[in-house]
């Protein structure tokens, strides 16, 4: 799928690399063992559970001298209580680890900070030690525990002991044909000790396109339920319902001020007096005005900022943006309520109460007996339309004391419908003639959010460069946009086209490039490297559709055969026709879902297989 982001200076790349290593460049660095230790301890009056973890991984240089940089991750509702590096077996206390903000370019924020460090590997065969001491402050925040890492592991040991006085389950995911020995030793009634011990773990390897890791990577769900301290019992949670408590609580205690958030919402719907206008106005407002900083961690991934703090920043996160719509509709009089969701990222649901169910927040609509969510970190995305990140996924609504489970509507593959119309003649060599260009849905998203990352006097240049796909041959002239407006319609790009060197002729036959496109072309997955499945960005409604004039005294005597192939998950139909003087080319590539699995690579290489022999064909007119 094309992106427009191919032609934008400046690439977001929000992802682990920021604090993990590719697996490509690491293959002289491996894990000879990493021993992981986790305890729940009782902690002090503020935070009476506690969890402690010691981490130790022994690195091994495999060939060439080299350095690496380690890294961890921690927040508001962690510490890092001691680091100790050793080199070649002594404790190296020149290695001083520095911490930072975790940031990208000035546009992503958290108060998640990271800890790293250069570690050193003088020869082959060097060895280098790192023991990480840290604790949880409250074991909600401790959900996880992953097997695997950005390097080889030759052996991996995690054990967790649980005290009688606290409730925890563990939960294990993607174990399938993993190599691991389970042991529960429930000798000492004061506690149970789990202990997982994995042998030669592959690293992981970053794939473009993937399922998020929780679908992929193997790993333990850590569910705290309830601790008995005697003198004071505490719940977590056992159940979403409880888990919704906590998330309300939290809401409860944001601090909202109706007064001027009402101010805003009656100057936003001036002048409008139906409902479902004033509804799209304050939406579109906040896509419009609120800039997007995703995303927060510890406390602060789940409690909203006021609602008037983000009306003033004018910028904030899933919360802070779900919070400020909700709070301008319900001003106004709408039904608004705030929704805790995971992205399609995550493999979990509200099935399964934890802190890692949720990554994201969302606000729903109750109106006239239908329920509408809106998304306003979606920007350019149309009112009731769904990005594909949160379609279908499992959703809870807050309702008072109580919540809602539901879902968010899976919209089909017609909802980002991508529509080109050429109308062309033949001059010399070249093709001219008009274009009609239309985006609907995540399509248009995409683009706008392109265009708007783009200074407004580079903006026709650089849409030029990202219709022409760079080709100086395929010159644009005249071009107008319309429909910019984050609304329902679908935005349009319409222009002049001169395609120079389409047309080549050869005695009495002229052979011309109707497709210069050829989307998908480069689709071919590899079926002997790749490691998982393949996930588009969302649902894709491609349709191309060119009339040419076909020259006095001409006629179309080799057509390529129609080519058609149909899928569950795709479908490709491409022809051409002749109809009263006019040669017409008709192409629509559909992808009705995102996920193409393992198993089905074949089929879509073969699909890819025939597009690619369909676009070679050769058009002639012959005179």
Avoid at 133 to 158: A, C, H, M, N, W
Wanted: proline share 3%.
């Amino acid at each position: 799928m094309k992106r427009f982001s191919t032609i934008v200076s400046c690439l977001l790349l929000l992802s682990a690399r920021l604090w993990s290593q590719s697996t490509d460049a690491n293959t002289n660095i491996s894990i000879n063992s990493q021993k992981e230790e986790i305890e729940f301890i009782k902690g002090d009056r503020s935070n009476p559970v506690k969890v402690r973890r010691i981490i130790e991984t022994n690195y091994i240089c495999n060939s060439y001298r080299t350095n690496f940089t380690v890294v961890d991750v921690y927040n508001d509702q962690e510490s890092i209580d001691d680091i100790a590096i050793y080199t070649n077996g002594d404790r190296n206390r020149s290695i001083v680890p520095k911490s930072d903000y975790y940031s990208v370019a000035d546009i992503f924020y958290s108060d998640a900070r990271l800890i790293y460090f250069n570690m050193p590997m003088d020869k082959k065969g060097s060895i280098g030690k790192v023991v990480i001491t840290k604790t949880v402050k409250d074991p909600r925040f401790f959900t996880q525990v992953f097997f695997t890492d950005s390097y080889d592991i030759g052996l991996k040991e995690v054990k967790i002991t649980i005290p009688s006085w606290m409730k925890t389950d563990l939960k294990e995911f993607n174990f399938e044909g993993l190599n691991v020995d389970i042991k529960i030793d429930r000798g000492n009634p004061e506690k149970t000790v789990y202990t997982y011990t994995a042998k030669n773990l592959k690293a992981r390897k970053d794939e473009n396109d993937a399922p998020g890791p929780t679908f992929v990577y193997p790993h333990l769900l850590v569910l705290s339920r309830s601790a008995d301290l005697g003198d004071q019992k505490l719940t977590y949670f056992s159940n979403f319902t409880e888990q919704y408590k906590w998330y309300r609580s939290l809401v409860l205690a944001v601090g909202n001020d109706p007064a001027s958030i009402k101010a805003k919402a009656t100057e936003i719907t001036k002048g409008l007096s139906d409902d479902m206008e004033k509804i799209m106005a304050i939406y579109f407002w906040v896509q419009d005005n609120v800039r997007y900083i995703a995303f927060e961690n510890g406390i602060a991934g789940f409690k909203p900022s006021p609602a008037q703090t983000v009306l003033q920043k004018k910028y904030g996160d899933c919360k802070g943006m779900a919070n400020l719509t909700k709070e301008l509709l319900v001003s106004q009089g709408f039904d608004a309520r705030l929704c805790w969701i995971g992205t399609s990222h995550i493999a979990y649901d509200s099935s399964t109460p934890s802190l890692c169910v949720h990554n994201h927040m969302i606000c729903a609509l109750f109106y006239k007996g239908k329920r509408y969510f809106l998304d306003a970190t979606e920007k350019n995305i149309g009112f009731s339309q769904y990005a594909e990140r949160i379609q279908g996924r499992q959703v809870m609504i807050e309702d008072g004391d109580h919540c809602i489970i539901d879902r968010v509507p899976a919209t089909d593959f017609l909802q980002n419908t991508e529509m080109e119309t050429r109308k062309l003649k033949i001059e010399g060599t070249a093709l001219k003639g008009v274009v009609e260009h239309s985006y609907a849905g995540e399509s248009k998203e995409e683009i706008l959010s392109g265009i708007e990352s783009i200074k407004k006097d580079n903006l026709e240049p650089a849409l030029k460069q990202y219709l022409s796909e760079n080709n100086k041959d395929y010159q644009l002239s005249n071009l107008t946009i319309k429909n910019k407006e984050q609304d329902n319609k679908p935005l349009e790009l319409n222009y002049d086209i001169i395609h120079q060197n389409a047309v080549s002729q050869f005695g009495n036959e002229l052979y011309i490039d109707m497709d210069f496109r050829k989307e998908l072309s480069n689709l071919k997955l590899d079926t002997a490297e790749r490691e998982q499945d393949y996930v588009m960005s969302y649902k894709m409604h491609l349709v191309t559709e060119t009339i040419l004039d076909i020259p006095e005294g001409y006629h179309a005597a080799n057509l390529p055969s129609a080519f058609h192939y149909k899928h569950p998950a795709f479908e490709m139909s491409l022809n051409y026709n002749t109809d009263r003087g006019k040669l017409v080319y008709r192409k629509e590539i559909d992808f009705m879902r995102v996920k193409i699995s393992k198993k089905e690579f074949g089929k879509l290489n073969e699909a890819i297989e025939g597009l690619n022999n369909f676009y070679n064909a050769q058009v002639t007119l012959t005179k």
